[in-house]
């Protein structure tokens, strides 16, 4: 099915039935596409409540753009059912076009007309009498920090600045849904960290809800309500911040969303010296079950006596992150203050932090 061309950032209006207050400003269910003979999205499923900021991450090529655009409208599904405010926008067989499903888009390229001042460019979406528009663009420039710089042109903006604009502009109709797609990809570190506070506190302030799709594992974790991560076009879990971090549902989970070592609950009782109340939750645990480790739930005493050796050191400003052999050749990270310097091939014990729970990682 072909769609009417989408603007940049454009947010537009369902014209269905209205929905109930109580719906989901998004819910997904079911929903697949194929490119050719490539499965990117299979069977994903998931909601999305009013004013939640849901993180979509995951590898690239895992089909977390590609589930964003059929959001939008501008790639059709081919089964399943997405719903926006309880409205169906698209069931595999009548699809909403873009301009009509009250979503707004920010990509990474920002999208801005050149031609256009900042303030044409946030009003370009805002369909109501010139007065009105003039005082909702106002409104948009304030927020995201910009009321002076309604007459300049996207060339005259830093990269963060412009990308508040896109921000402004995607936000300036109300839409009902944010998508935000990389956002902050192309800015530089630091100045990512800042813009992506800044955009959280603006959508936070607006009670819009959005799904922010990024590679990035740390921006996930800080900007999302919940997470979903994905892989070969599923959701593998969706879930709070700290359920992924520190419960993933699998060892890809575990791996993709942090530094982590994985050994056998026989080893982790023979090599790891731990307190009684980090080990007692494995009480009944197969030795052949497989624990997560962290790089914060292990740490070390200098032991001439130990069983194991620094092999490796990583400096990281405020920490170091140590690793360890083992006796049996396998290695362990841990993480340790900067002013606590360990020479490399010092003899060591390693032993788990207080109040660290080793977690079993499940297998599919």
Known sequence: MNHPALSPDMTTTP??????????ALSISDVSKHF???LAVDGVSLDVADAELLALVGPSGCGKST??????GLIPIESGRIELGGIVA??????LPPEQRHVGLVFQEHALFPHLSVEKN????VRTTNAE????????LELVGLGSHGNRYPHELSGGERQRVALARALAPD??????????ASLDPNLRAQVRSEVVDVLRSTGTAAVFVTHDQAEALAVGDRIAVMRDGRTLQVDGPDAIFHRPADRFVAAFMGEADFMTVAALRTSIAGTPEATDHLRGVDDDEIVMLRPDDIGFAVDPTGHARVSQAEFRGSTWCYTLELADGSTVRSMRSHVDACPLGTTVTPTLVAHHHPVVIPTR
């Open 133 to 140: 528009r003039a005082g909702r663009v106002a409104e948009m």
């Open 175 to 184: 839409p009902a849904l944010l998508l935000l797609d990389e956002p902050f």
């Open 122 to 125: 946030i009003g370009f979406g």
């Open 90 to 95: 698209d069931d595999g067989r009548r699809s």
């Open 15 to 24: 014209t269905s039935t209205a929905a109930s207050s109580n719906s989901p």
């Open 67 to 72: 589930l964003l655009r059929m959001i939008a």
């Open 36 to 38: 050719a003979d490539v």
